[in-house]
């Protein structure tokens, strides 16, 4: 009896214990379980169940974008799996694992670098594509008017394709390459066009300049319109392409007017009214980005010559008595020469008709009259100014001397001043203006 007692006290706690260490291993193998620590380059980054799921999705995610670029994509890192036991919660979700992919690894593939002067600037799939955008680079630029043909296009910086090794996420689009080459960013600042702009205005705002704008946007003139977009960029294209076009042109040859000098007449005469010539012109010019920065001009044909306007005028008119301040009331040429602009040209803005003549040239009162101004004006530099009665008034610019004063009384046929450049001019000419009544005429239609 005392025996079974003993035996009793002994098997009852060591029962406990049993189970006890029994419910604690079930907990331990329930809550915990093998999984595996991903490293890349030896630093830990996850924790997946399982291994091989994790390559394959590797795998798959490197087929994905070697479909994309069209060459084999490799994981540069060094990747590791190492066996653990843990927490169910430590193990990274499915979903997971393509962003740790994302995040963690560098993949790599081969691009097609386009090298511009030794310096690598954008990196496309393929060197087709890479060539693809080297074309259309160039074709963006090769328009031609009718008339005219394209010689060449060329870089004007040293353009290859280079293989190179890079992270997939280097590799652009050939649309963005084709940006960063003309611009030099994929970035530009869209500016839209306001009230009161031009485009130097607006190149000088932005620091950079009209060519680049007009070359960014590839524009076919300076009008801008109103609420235009306009992409600028502060950086300079990466490769300028230079085009030379050949053209032929139908231009116009003004006539000339010649003066013949009748000893016995008192009048002024048209023998023979001036015709214009015709002429074809073969042209040359050099394009830098579309903007012209060289013409030369090849030959010239004429197809019809220009006829000279014969004006024969009396003597006793050139040789009137001085200072009369009298009006004939008709207007004589102030020089003879070539009309080398017309009323009206320069859209409108022309007011006069320019002479050309040789620097001190004599030029002579249209009409008798008084000097209503003599002195220095603005863009018409040394000019002359002569009321002749009825509201009617000449006016003489770009002179070299000015001969009379302010109040002075003319002639007509009296030397006034000289021919020359002065004020806004390109070359010595006279620009010769008739205001009647306040309102600018067309000169021809006075000058006999
Ligand atoms: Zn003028």
Redesign the pocket.
């Known amino acids: 009896m005392k025996q079974k007692l003993t035996q009793k006290r002994v098997l009852f706690p060591l029962l406990t214990l049993l189970s006890l260490s029994l419910v604690l291993m079930l907990c331990l193998v329930g809550c915990r379980t093998t999984a595996y620590e991903v490293y890349v380059n030896g630093k830990q980054v996850c924790v997946v169940k399982d291994a091989g799921e994790f390559q394959n999705k590797l795998h798959k995610v490197c087929q994905e974008q070697a479909k994309a670029t069209g060459h084999p994509v490799n994981v540069k890192d060094e990747l590791k799996f190492k066996r653990v036991l843990v927490n169910e919660k430590a193990i990274l979700a499915d979903a997971q694992v393509a962003k740790i992919i994302a995040r963690e690894l560098k993949l790599v593939t081969t691009g097609a670098a386009i090298v511009v002067d030794g310096k690598p600037v954008v990196v496309v799939s393929s060197e087709s594509k890479a060539k693809e955008v080297l074309e259309r680079l160039k074709k963006g630029y090769t328009g031609c008017e009718s008339g005219e043909k394209l010689v060449s296009a060329e870089f004007e910086q040293k353009v290859e394709i280079n293989q190179k090794t890079v992270s997939t996420d280097k590799i652009v689009s050939p649309d963005q390459a084709l940006q960063i080459l003309q611009t030099g960013t994929d970035s530009p600042t869209i500016y839209e066009v306001k009230e009161g702009d031009s485009l130097w205005l607006i190149a000088r705002r932005h620091d950079t300049h009209v060519v680049d704008i007009v070359a960014a946007n590839k524009l076919k003139s300076e009008r801008l319109q109103l609420g235009q977009k306009l992409a600028i960029s502060t950086t300079s294209p990466y490769v300028d392409v230079v085009t030379v076009v050949e053209g032929t042109r139908e231009e116009k040859i003004p006539y000339k007017t010649r003066v013949e000098v009748d000893r016995k007449s008192s009048s002024v005469k048209v023998k023979q009214a001036g015709k214009e010539g015709r002429k074809q012109v073969t042209y040359r010019l050099t394009c830098k980005n579309g903007s012209t920065v060289d013409k030369n001009i090849l030959s010239e044909n004429i197809i019809e010559k220009a006829v000279d306007r014969v004006i024969v005028k009396g003597e006793r008119i050139v040789v009137a008595s001085r200072g009369s301040g009298r009006s004939s009331g008709t207007l004589s040429w102030p020089i003879y020469g070539r009309i080398t602009?017309s009323y009206g040209s320069r859209g409108g803005s022309?007011?006069?008709?320019?002479i050309g003549a040789k620097t001190g040239t004599a030029i002579r009162a249209a009409d008798g009259g008084t000097v209503r101004f003599a002195g220095w004006s603005g863009g018409y530099g040394k000019m002359v100014e002569i009321a002749h009665g009825n509201g009617v008034v000449t006016r003489y610019?770009?002179c070299s001397k000015l001969l009379v004063s302010k109040g002075s009384k003319v002639s007509k046929g009296q030397v006034i001043a000289h021919v020359g450049s002065t004020g806004r001019?390109t070359g010595p000419?006279l620009?010769f203006e008739v205001i009647n009544g306040g309102r600018h005429n067309n000169p021809l239609g006075y000058l006999k």
């Open positions: 602009s022309h007011k006069g008709i320019d610019a770009h001019s000419h620009h």
